[in-house]
């Protein structure tokens, strides 16, 4: 009986939880808008690298430099950041940012923690279910962002999500995710073109249930770009050319994910975008 009564729970509050929107959209084959989130961000300093550097200023770093190596070689894509300063953004606004630009790539960027100080890597998260006790972890750390926020227990954006409570992020992991396919695709191109290129080892893609990702209406992932509480992924994430180097490999996912999806794009419409970049391109001259 109490399985029955906890399933039928589950069911109830996973058809009255508020949802992303518009839920009915069609994934777009042109990458146009790319939306940059720096994770944490004033009085949430996120995870502590041993008292030398906070996640939320390893996060802004990469996530400046990513938008500039955006802008500067792909001048048909919009970049947009939740933050550019240490400021903190509430985990509901991030993804509305996205959502209300419809935005067609959504990025969240993030350091890792762990009380065993040997875990070190990158890991790559799309939405789904926690497969792992690990993964179940990571995402409870970075939902528990929320306590930062005065009303989360009564804003209906969380649908009185608990991020302590083992049962909240069962619930929360069963939401659907309509672009799955493509938040894994471009998941495995950020940590194939990242391990390349870094000193940073790859854990992988993996799948979890984060608050930053659950309303998004477009793909998009969560970027554990090492962890701080390892010495040498500390080392590295902490210089100006670690961080670019993160940055760079995360920008190369990006270019062969929008090259890539963009080959599927009828004839036409890629005439159509070829003369509109000409045509920024003599405006500019």
């Not at 030398?52 to 996060?59: D, F």
């Not at 100080?117 to 990571?138: P, W």
């Not at 391990?195 to 477009?218: C, D, E, N, P, Y």
Request: one cysteine or more.
């Amino acid at each position: 009986m109490r399985r029955i009564a906890f399933g039928l729970l589950l069911l109830l509050l996973i058809t009255t939880l508020p949802s992303g929107k518009p839920v009915n959209r069609v994934p777009g084959k042109q990458v146009k808008t790319i939306v940059i989130d720096p994770g944490h961000g004033g009085l949430d300093p996120g995870c502590n690298g041993a008292n030398e550097i906070w996640e939320k200023a390893v996060t802004l770093a990469v996530s400046l430099k990513l938008g500039k190596m955006i802008e500067d070689s792909l001048q048909d894509v919009q970049v947009v950041f939740t933050r550019k300063t240490d400021k903190f953004v509430e985990l509901w606004e991030r993804p509305n940012m996205a959502n209300k630009i419809k935005a067609d790539l959504f990025v969240s960027i993030h350091c890792n923690s762990n009380v065993n100080t040997s875990a070190a890597g990158s890991e790559t998260y799309f939405m789904g279910l926690h497969k792992t006790q690990g993964n179940l972890d990571v995402a409870k750390r970075e939902n528990s962002a929320i306590k930062f926020e005065s009303n989360y227990k009564t804003n209906e954006r969380y649908g009185g999500f608990d991020p302590n409570s083992p049962e909240g992020h069962i619930i929360f992991s069963l939401v659907q995710n309509a672009f799955l396919q493509q938040s894994l695709k471009f998941s495995t191109l950020v940590e194939s073109h990242t391990h390349k290129i870094s000193k940073i080892k790859s854990r992988g893609v993996k799948q979890a249930g984060f608050l930053v990702l659950w309303q998004t209406a477009m793909p998009s992932v969560l970027v554990e770009i090492g962890f701080l509480t390892n010495q040498s992924d500390r080392s590295f994430l902490k210089t100006e050319e670690g961080q670019r180097t993160i940055a760079k490999g995360i920008f190369r996912a990006v270019r062969q994910y929008k090259r890539e999806l963009e080959k599927a794009t009828p004839a036409k419409n890629q005439e159509e975008k070829s003369a509109q970049v000409r045509d920024s391109g003599d405006m500019r001259r």
